[in-house]
């Protein structure tokens, strides 16, 4: 698990979601996907992204006048990552007991349920 996927906040996550989208964006981009759910102004956006970039979240580049951004972690890569923390934290590690809890606790429905059980019975084929 690479570091950088590690510890991405609940905020970060809204922006890199909005990145993963457009693969590229300048602030004002990002500041208008993000504004329905945000309502951040421009400068909180570019505070954030500066500081995703230090931690390797994201790249940016000057184009011109403007700041461009692209993602520095593909999806699958921050979602394991956040996966492992989530089964570290929640569940001691044991990737047992959360299967446990997604099988017992979880409120899955049927069709869920049968995928879930369909992605285990391939995985164990392999």
């Known amino acids: 698990m690479s570091e950088r996927s590690k510890n991405i906040l609940a905020t970060e996550w809204d922006l890199l979601e909005a990145l993963w989208r457009s693969e590229r964006a300048t602030v004002r981009e990002i500041t208008e996907a993000v504004?329905?759910?945000?309502?951040?102004?421009?400068?909180?956006?570019?505070?954030?992204?500066?500081?995703?970039?230090?931690?390797?979240?994201?790249?940016?580049?000057?184009?011109?006048?403007?700041?461009?951004?692209?993602?520095?972690?593909?999806?699958?890569?921050?979602?394991?990552?956040?996966?492992?923390?989530?089964?570290?934290k929640a569940f001691g590690g044991a990737s047992t007991s959360a299967l446990h809890f997604l099988a017992t606790d979880a409120k899955l429905s049927k069709k869920e349920f049968a995928v879930l059980r369909a992605m285990l019975a391939d995985k164990e084929e392999k």
Do not use: C
Not at 56 to 84: C, D, F, S
């Open 35 to 88: 504004a329905e759910k945000r309502g951040w102004a421009l400068s909180t956006v570019k505070t954030m992204l500066d500081r995703m970039a230090a931690k390797g979240l994201v790249n940016a580049r000057q184009v011109g006048t403007v700041w461009e951004y692209t993602p520095g972690v593909a999806p699958i890569e921050a979602r394991r990552g956040a996966w492992h923390e989530f089964i570290e």
